[in-house]
């Protein structure tokens, strides 16, 4: 298949073409055009559906930083009327199995949140905005001719696959539950994470610090996620109740519960040379991680402010797509990304041990963080984007 189609655009001009326009491709269109490029933005295509999104993105300071830098961040301030889109995260509470609780505070770390949690179409909607203000910025139905293409198409590319980017996916036996629950009980903005029985179960909240509404995220083994999915919502979200042991009280479900396949992937090489000009991978298109961490679009943010930071510093006799340029690129966020994919599957091994041992040290080990001072305040600073 080949890599661009004919198009009345492809005589008009373009630094860099960017595949994909989902929240990273269109976060890197903004930063690029800030560099005063011409960049096209070519939109991947959708699967046909009427689903509601029911994902919410856990966003660090880093993520929150890029995001404002842009104009791009969703208001916290909202009419009366309207729900907020945003939620500041003031405290972590990560549950073991049996007995180990590790416990992150925002007032501990000398900061207003330690993270955000933001609704989907909230955040792609601002970025548009911002997008649709910015001259140097060209949305197009098909690819262009480029010095440079980027492809943040997500874990799925086509375009990966055309150019024969090899991409190493080792499949979890999980699935993750997706779904939005109305609690009895305030989330009082805290985060709460459960591990238990191999499963991890995750409630993040939403609709302002004093909101009744959670975005649950659950890895269960794929078979139970099929299961659950057929059943009625009330024996979902009764079983998410026990899960949680009643932390927030009574739940009910707010729309249908969703759920996606989890792994661990990678591309081999981020950066290729083609015939048509010079290639990168940026976010789930280059990896992919479980969602244990909360950390799967701060990476990809972390991928593209990375790729504009060295296309902001390159000499200014080297082009765009010289491949001394963009392995600059490869090279930082390939370790970053490996460290990262590393330490969440290594999580997810441990707590999917049922032997009495295991679960005896992780909780041990968990309880162990929380009273060591320094110790939980580096996780929390690296969980934060901060690099100290």
Same mark, same amino acid.
């Given at each position: 298949?080949? !890599?661009?189609? &004919?198009? %009345? $655009? =492809?005589?008009r001009?373009?630094d860099?073409?960017? *595949?994909? @326009?989902?929240?990273?491709?269109?976060?890197?269109?903004?930063l690029?055009?800030?560099?005063?490029?011409k960049?096209?933005?070519?939109?991947?295509?959708?699967?046909?559906t009427?689903?509601?999104?029911?994902r919410?993105?856990?966003?660090?300071?880093?993520a929150?930083?890029?995001?404002?830098?842009?104009?791009?961040?969703?208001?916290?301030?909202?009419a009366?009327?309207?729900?907020?889109?945003?939620?500041?995260?003031?405290?972590?509470?990560v549950?073991?199995?049996?007995?180990?609780?590790l416990?992150f505070?925002?007032?501990?770390?000398g900061?207003?949140?330690?993270?955000w949690?933001?609704?989907?179409?909230?955040?792609?909607?601002?970025?548009?905005?911002a997008?649709?203000?910015?001259?140097?910025?060209?949305? !197009?139905?098909? &690819?262009? %001719? $480029? =010095?440079?293409?980027?492809v943040?198409?997500?874990? *799925?590319? @086509?375009?990966r696959?055309?150019?024969?980017?090899?991409?190493?996916v080792?499949?979890?036996p999980?699935?993750?539950?997706?779904?939005?629950?109305?609690?009895?009980?305030p989330?009082?903005?805290?985060?709460?994470?459960?591990?238990?029985?191999?499963?991890?179960l995750?409630?993040?909240?939403l609709?302002?610090?004093?909101?009744?509404?959670?975005?649950?995220?659950?890895?269960?083994?794929?078979?139970?996620?099929?299961?659950?999915?057929?059943a009625?919502?009330?024996?979902?979200?009764?079983a998410?109740q026990?899960?949680?042991?009643?932390a927030?009280?009574?739940?009910?479900?707010?729309?249908?519960?969703?759920a996606?396949p989890?792994?661990?992937?990678?591309?081999?090489?981020?950066?290729a040379?083609?015939?048509?000009?010079s290639?990168?991978?940026?976010?789930?298109?280059a990896?992919?991680?479980?969602?244990?961490?909360?950390?799967?679009?701060?990476?990809?943010?972390?991928?593209?402010?990375?790729?504009?930071?060295?296309?902001h510093?390159?000499e200014?006799?080297?082009?765009?797509?010289?491949?001394?340029?963009?392995?600059?690129?490869?090279?930082?966020r390939?370790?970053?990304?490996?460290a990262?994919?590393?330490?969440?599957?290594g999580?997810?091994?441990?707590?999917?041990q049922?032997?009495?041992?295991?679960?005896?040290?992780?909780?041990?080990?968990?309880?162990?963080?929380?009273?060591?001072?320094?110790?939980?305040?580096w996780?929390?600073?690296k969980a934060?984007?901060q690099?100290?």
């Open positions: 298949m080949a !890599l661009l189609s &004919p198009s %009345p $655009a =492809a005589s001009r373009f860099v073409c960017i *595949r994909g @326009a989902g929240v990273v491709g269109q976060t890197l269109a903004l690029l055009a800030r560099e005063r490029l960049v096209a933005l070519v939109a991947a295509p959708r699967p046909a009427t689903a509601p999104d029911v919410a993105y856990a966003l660090n300071a880093a929150r930083e890029l995001l404002v830098s842009l104009r791009a961040w969703p208001e916290t301030e909202e009366s009327d309207t729900v907020p889109s945003v939620t500041p995260v003031t405290r972590m509470e549950h073991g199995d049996d007995g180990g609780d416990n505070s925002a007032q501990d770390q900061v207003a949140a330690l993270n949690i933001v609704d989907v179409p909230a955040l792609e909607k601002r970025l548009a905005d997008v649709g203000f910015q001259g140097g910025i060209e949305r !197009l139905n098909e &690819p262009v %001719p $480029a =010095a440079l293409t980027v943040c198409e997500g874990k *799925r590319s @086509a375009t696959d055309e150019l024969g980017l090899e991409f190493d080792r499949p979890y999980h699935k993750a539950i997706a779904a939005r629950l109305t609690t009895e009980k989330h009082g903005g805290v985060a709460r994470q459960w591990f238990e029985r191999g499963e991890i995750a409630l993040l909240p609709a302002g610090e004093s909101g009744n509404s959670v975005a649950l995220v659950w890895s269960v083994p794929a078979q139970q996620s099929e299961d659950w999915l057929r009625a919502p009330e024996a979902l979200a009764q998410v026990e899960r949680c042991g009643q927030l009280g009574g739940m009910q479900l707010d729309g249908p519960a969703q996606w989890l792994e661990l992937s990678r591309a081999r090489r981020w950066i040379r083609t015939g048509q000009g290639v990168a991978l940026a976010g789930d298109a990896h992919a991680m479980h969602p244990l961490a909360g950390q799967g679009l701060n990476v990809g943010l972390a991928d593209v402010a990375e790729l504009a930071r060295v296309i510093g390159r200014f006799w080297r082009e765009l797509g010289d491949l001394r340029l963009l392995r600059r690129y490869e090279r930082a390939q370790a970053e990304v490996t990262m994919g590393w330490l969440t599957d999580l997810f091994g441990l707590f999917g049922t032997d009495s041992r295991v679960q005896a040290v992780r909780n041990w080990g968990m309880s162990g963080v929380d009273r060591l001072g320094p110790l939980k305040h996780l929390a600073r934060m984007g690099v100290a």
